[in-house]
């Protein structure tokens, strides 16, 4: 048991004690954006399965491959919040809790919904390359899948806890999350599994030339640390984990 809570703390210890004071002081209202994204996505869920509401749902929010790509890019941000209609819910609202409220402190609020966008983004363009690609390609995807609508909120979550695990040095937990998504595709062959792994991609890219840039010199970088309070000290684990320099003075 100990050694379990030692590898935890490595682990996890940096997150824990970044989201800990803001939830501690402020509750639930430390996390605003991930409440309203919360109600959102239900309310969208609600709406969908209403007669009156199922039109306006797609309308707005469902993006397709076979719709055109100006179209798509306008739906993309709203289609973050819109889970499939056959799924349980309460899934999708406890990983946007968690993950979206876990970001929103650690990163921000206009850092966490860029990522998000961007891991969703990447999964709406990885459908129609794969699709134009054709099923012939290792990348490629059956035309069929252009009927299918895109994942929701599963791709923005799996790529914001992957960039999590890399911005706060756990790394296993990103290893983790990534091998799942990639056993999910070896197992069940679909549009969703592949668009997760194009948001990983997309959000691995991400990582790699944000850590180019702070390594460029004469860049001056900061500690990852909660928009709420204080960072670590110079010299902390957070230094370490994620190779940044110390806060400059």
């Keep these: 048991m100990r050694t379990l809570a ?3 703390r490595a682990e996890w210890g940096l997150v824990y004690d970044t989201v800990r004071e803001p939830l501690l002081r402020r509750r639930l209202r430390a996390v605003p954006t991930t409440l309203a994204a919360v109600c959102l996505t239900a309310l969208l869920q609600y709406a969908q399965n209403q007669p009156w509401g199922r039109g306006f749902v797609h309308r707005v929010g469902s993006v397709r491959a076979e719709d055109p790509l100006w179209l798509s890019l306008l739906r993309t941000p709203m289609s973050l919040f819109v889970p499939a209609p056959d799924l349980p819910v309460y899934g999708a609202l406890a990983q946007i809790l968690g993950v979206f409220g876990v970001a929103e402190i650690c990163l921000g609020r206009w850092r966490t919904l860029a990522v998000a966008y961007v891991a969703t983004l990447a999964g709406t363009l990885y459908a129609r390359l794969g699709i134009a690609l054709g099923p012939g390609s290792p990348l490629g995807l059956p035309r069929t899948e252009a009927h299918v609508v895109d994942t929701g909120p599963s791709a923005a979550v ?3 806890a992957v960039y999590l695990g890399w911005r ?3 790394y296993v937990t990103a290893g983790a999350v990534t091998a799942a998504m990639a056993v999910e595709v070896a197992l069940k062959e679909n549009l969703a599994g592949r668009e997760h792994l194009a948001a990983l991609t997309a959000v691995a890219l991400v990582c790699a030339l944000s850590a180019v840039r702070r390594r460029w010199p004469g860049h001056g970088g900061r500690v990852p640390h909660s ?5 670590p000290g110079p010299g902390s684990r957070a230094d370490r984990a ?3 320099p110390p806060i400059q003075s």
């Design 6 to 8: 030692r590898w935890a």
């Design 158 to 160: 799996v790529g914001l």
């Design 168 to 170: 706060y040095g756990a």
């Design 227 to 231: 928009p709420s309070g204080p960072g």
């Design 242 to 244: 994620s190779g940044l």
